[in-house]
């Protein structure tokens, strides 16, 4: 039981089985919440376990299993204290052992020190929202790092000697091979956290210190975003619906590694997933399992590539097609023709902003009077880190604050403080920034006639917010900083401000 279940006085299991928790223990009467649809019977047993009045409020089930992992999810690490017991711990072979399926970390009784710091790791990486967990290997200590709103930050550090221990257990957790350590391994763990269903993609890499591990962690419920959800103003958001909403043609997302493009895609599909089409993806690797959609993962090692995949799904009378990657001359000219014949294909590509995105897919030898007649939408997308409302200053812009943007000197802006609500970082989560360019028939005939990038650039945006523009807007609002700002942008964003 966790330090936060001992001063509630109900334990971790009870909670998640009778649907029943402690909302606040502070007043004379102690605040209970029932899920919805729980046998308020329990609530007997828990008036006599906290041996005071208590009230009830019932709780739907999603808030129920946030919550639910909150609280009994809050303990943070020691590194101390796990150094101490990793240092008394046993040979490998004890770490042999098998997890469930889809072990939840919460109702692990396991004493074995190795085994308690991982599940440590893991739940404080999910409760801080981290996306990655660096397990890395140094001649002088084994750390551990957490990549939280895109910004990397250390939280654990251990002797070195600890590192095979640690490196084999979550080997083990992804049915990795324990006895290669020669080769770059990848695997998956799936497990739950107070009822909060996660997927654990795992890499390692062998280095001079030991192997290497890094953990993606992805949460299921990114895959049940509406378009709503993305952050997209609403002038924007319509153009990407009316986008998806077309027969055919081909839908493109672009943006650097991490920016968001699954996430877009995804949202896009759950529009389209109503149950009339028929929906096929083809990922390198399939991130999120979607109920109603069939998803195929690429295997290069038997043949399966994007371009093979693609062809295959193309047989199997497919309504709209999603391929995770466009990334060479076969895929992009089957998805082309895909596109023609009748479908809607969803892909991206790796490019710096939505005009780059045309000339990759000239640049791969697709024709331009292809390119103008299946090309539908091209969405170029950044992640910022958004302020914490709760400590975010404000304050007049300086010159050299307002130049880089465009701003006026003197217009109010705001500043990252720090808070206990945020880590002290100033920041809490991240929001998208977008550009979109609708192919309409100026655009088509620009790009028949070769048109270079920035001509393209100037019509796309003449009436609509570019990259620049749609930071601003953040800056202006107060939801992020001028530093975030720039940070994303690709380049002097004064002449941006110009289109």
Do not use: W
């Not at 919550?67 to 101390?80: I, M, N």
């Not at 319509?238 to 949202?267: C, D, M, Q, W």
């Not at 995949?309 to 998805?335: K, N, S, W, Y």
């Amino acid at each position: 039981m966790s330090e936060t279940a001992d001063i509630q006085g109900l334990p971790y299991a009870f909670a998640k089985r009778h649907g029943v928790l402690v909302l606040d223990s502070s007043g004379a009467e102690v605040s209970v919440g029932l899920r919805e649809g729980s046998d308020p019977r329990a609530l007997l047993e828990v008036r006599r376990a906290l041996g005071r009045e208590i009230t009830m409020r019932f709780v739907p089930p999603r808030e129920f299993e946030s919550l639910l992992g909150e609280q009994y999810g809050a303990r943070g690490l020691d590194a101390d204290t796990v150094s101490g017991e990793l240092a008394e711990a046993g040979d490998l072979g004890a770490l042999a052992d098998d997890l469930p399926a889809a072990a939840d970390l919460l109702e692990s009784n396991d004493d074995a020190p190795v085994i308690k710091l991982i599940n440590g790791i893991l739940a404080e990486a999910i409760r801080d929202g981290a996306s990655d967990i660096h397990v890395e290997p140094f001649e002088s200590a084994l750390t551990v790092r957490l990549r939280v709103d895109g910004v990397l930050k250390e939280v654990l550090r251990l002797p070195p000697k600890v590192a095979p221990l640690v490196t084999s257990r979550i080997k083990v957790m992804a049915r990795l091979d324990i006895a290669e350590r020669r080769v770059p391994q990848d695997g998956r763990i799936s497990l739950t956290l107070g009822g909060r269903e996660l997927d654990v993609r795992v890499s390692t890499l062998p280095s001079r210190g030991g192997e290497r591990v890094v953990m993606r962690i992805l949460d299921k419920e990114q895959a049940e975003l509406a378009p709503s959800d993305l952050g997209m103003p609403d002038a924007m958001l319509h153009v990407f619906r009316e986008a998806l909403s077309e027969p055919n043609g081909i839908v493109l997302v672009t943006g650097p590694t991490g920016s968001g493009k699954t996430t877009s895609l995804y949202a896009g599909l759950r529009m389209l997933n109503d149950g009339e089409r028929n929906i096929l993806t083809v990922e390198d690797p399939v991130e999120y399992s979607v109920e109603g959609i069939g998803q195929t993962q690429v295997n290069t090692k038997v043949g399966m590539s994007f371009a093979a995949g693609l062809r295959a799904i193309l047989r199997q009378d497919p309504d709209v097609v999603m391929v995770g990657e466009i990334r060479d001359h076969e895929t992009a000219e089957i998805a082309v023709q895909a596109s023609l014949t009748g479908h809607l294909v969803l892909s991206t590509v790796h490019t710096n902003d939505a005009v780059g995105a045309i000339t990759r897919l000239k640049d791969l030898g697709v024709e331009p009077f292809l390119m103008a007649s299946s090309l539908r939408l091209v969405v170029a997308q950044r992640l910022v880190r958004q302020l914490c409302p709760s400590c975010a200053v404000p304050h007049q812009a300086t010159a050299a604050e307002a130049a880089p943007l465009g701003l006026e000197t003197g217009v109010t802006i705001h500043q990252a403080a720090g808070c206990g609500d945020c880590g002290n970082t100033g920041f809490r989560g991240r929001i998208g920034v977008f550009e979109m360019i609708r192919i309409d028939k100026d655009l088509r005939e620009l790009m028949l006639s070769g048109a270079d990038e920035g001509v393209i650039a100037r019509h796309a945006f003449s009436s609509q917010p570019n990259m620049s523009a749609s930071a601003r807007r953040l800056v202006l609002e107060g939801r992020t900083t001028v530093e975030e700002a720039v940070r994303i942008l690709r380049k002097d964003a004064s002449v941006d401000a110009e289109l």
